[in-house]
């Protein structure tokens, strides 16, 4: 079955760097979402991108982050300067051309630790 | 606002009994629902989703059923298995044009040998 592919498994930083986080979504899918969850806590929607533009943020994505598709396959998530609470697990998802009919594809995601 | 709330927290059962695990929602204008099971340190696998036009969905021991008037759900799996130990989550999509899912805190399940 098809995979929605995230790079790395576990990224570790230092407050303040940038991070990138990297998604490889399924090939036939156009909807593309970031979703993360801190320790304990429940899933989180942060931002979903739909024909290379951001279609909804949550309030959580704020000017620290940005989206983008540079090269039609590749997604990522970039936080410019990170904090302690950026620490958390971040889930790549996308879905197919039919939105809301569809199941949504996960990631396994990436491990953020934020020192 | 939507929230999303899970119960049991977690459930511990000796393997071949049949459960049920629930979810409510506070608001009912939703789009879709969907369970979602996650494995440790692993990514969510989406098991059943439920149009809102809808009242069950079914997928093998699976099978979820929505009110959404009551704003609840719940997933009833049969006969469980040591291997459907894992965290499962409910989340719900709104009504009204929004891409978000609003997720639940999960169930967290062991089935015992």
């Known amino acids: 079955e098809p995979e929605v592919t995230q790079t790395p498994s576990h990224q570790v930083t230092q407050m303040g760097q940038e991070v990138i986080l990297r998604c490889v979504p399924i090939s036939n899918h156009l909807y593309f979402y970031w979703y993360r969850q801190i320790l304990g806590q429940k899933v989180e929607f942060l931002v979903s991108f739909y024909n290379n533009e951001i279609s909804e943020k949550s309030e959580i994505f704020d000017d620290q982050f940005s989206v983008e598709r540079p090269d039609g396959s590749n997604f990522t998530l970039k936080i410019r300067s990170t904090k302690l609470e950026d620490s958390a697990m971040y889930f790549c998802?996308?879905?197919?051309?039919?939105?809301?009919?569809?199941?949504?594809?996960f990631g396994s995601g990436t491990q953020l630790s934020v020192l | 606002k939507q929230e999303v709330t899970q119960i049991p927290a977690a459930l511990s059962v000796p393997e071949g009994e049949n459960l049920v695990l629930n979810c409510s929602f506070t608001?009912?204008?939703?789009?879709?629902l969907q369970w979602f099971r996650q494995d440790p340190g692993k990514g969510l696998t989406s098991l059943l989703l439920i149009q809102s036009s809808q009242r069950e969905q079914t997928s093998g021991r699976l099978n979820a059923s929505l009110d959404k008037s009551s704003g609840r759900s719940t997933l009833y799996i049969a006969a469980s298995q040591p291997g459907d130990s894992a965290t499962y989550l409910c989340?719900?999509?709104?009504?009204?044009?929004?891409?978000?899912?609003?997720f639940g805190k999960g169930t967290k399940l062991t089935v015992n040998p």
């Open positions: 608001d009912s204008a939703i789009y879709n």
């Open positions: 989340a719900v999509r709104p009504q009204g044009g929004s891409e978000k899912l609003v």
């Open positions: 998802a996308s879905i197919p051309t039919d939105r809301r009919g569809e199941k949504l594809f």
